[in-house]
């Protein structure tokens, strides 16, 4: 069945801009979330969300970085005025209830 | 706080060798989850396996293994008699909690080349 997919694939942006990811789940899993890995960090969880409860938004950087997620399916990550050090690639996952995560091919961002 | 240490950066074996990748963890829960990715070079994180705190078998799958012991925080990995295809980057991780459904906590990740 199809995976996670994320759009776009590749992202370049001026810094200051605003950005936005797109993710789509494997269908039916209720909980999604959302990573970075870039070199000098490693892979950092940034936010979860699962069915309709409030995200865990503890591994948000800053407030510059949003998500949300619409009707239980689809989210989007919003990084508001991006800065070089926001220059990763953005991993989004999903899983059923309390199952094993599986992972998208991700978004590289690069902020110039 | 949680963290999960991969001490070993790089490993380079020759084909058909067996290799062990090492994970340690700390968590103060008594409750949690583990796991193995695989990240081959096309970069898709590919699920292995999960494993929670009260379950200390080990497990075989094929040619990987995996051995957890609780008594030294440890859940390694072995994959025998090594193929090129196994060369990836490996990642341990940990999920804290009786959901086993938070953010993972990963380990820095194992660079494995398996040459020809």
């Keep these: ?86 220059s990763a690639v953005y991993l989004c996952a999903s899983s059923l209830a309390l199952r094993e995560q599986y992972f998208g091919p991700g978004t590289r961002l690069t902020v110039t | 706080a949680q963290k999960v240490t991969q001490a070993q950066t790089e490993i380079s074996v020759v084909e058909k060798e067996d290799v062990t990748l090492d994970c340690v963890y700390e968590t103060r829960d008594t409750t949690y989850y583990l796991f193995w990715y695989k990240q081959p070079p096309s970069g898709e994180l590919v699920f292995l396996i999960r494993r929670n705190s009260f379950d200390e078998q080990n497990e075989i799958s094929g040619r990987y293994s995996w051995n957890f012991q609780k008594s030294t925080s440890s859940f390694n990995f072995t994959i025998t008699a090594s193929q090129v295809v196994d060369s990836a980057v490996y990642f341990c991780a940990l999920s804290e909690g009786r959901r086993g459904a938070d953010g993972l906590t990963f380990g820095k990740g194992t660079h494995l080349i398996i040459q020809p």
């Design chain 1, 1 to 86: 069945g199809a995976g996670v997919s994320q759009s776009p694939s590749n992202k370049v942006t001026e810094k200051g801009k605003d950005v936005e990811l797109r993710c789509d789940p494997i269908s039916g899993h209720t909980a999604l979330y959302w990573y970075r890995q870039s070199l000098g960090q490693g892979l950092e969880f940034l936010i979860y969300f699962q069915g309709n409860s409030a995200p865990d938004k503890s591994g948000l950087p800053s407030d510059r970085f949003s998500a949300e997620r619409t009707g239980g399916s689809v989210s989007t990550l919003t990084i508001q005025r991006t800065q070089q050090e926001d």
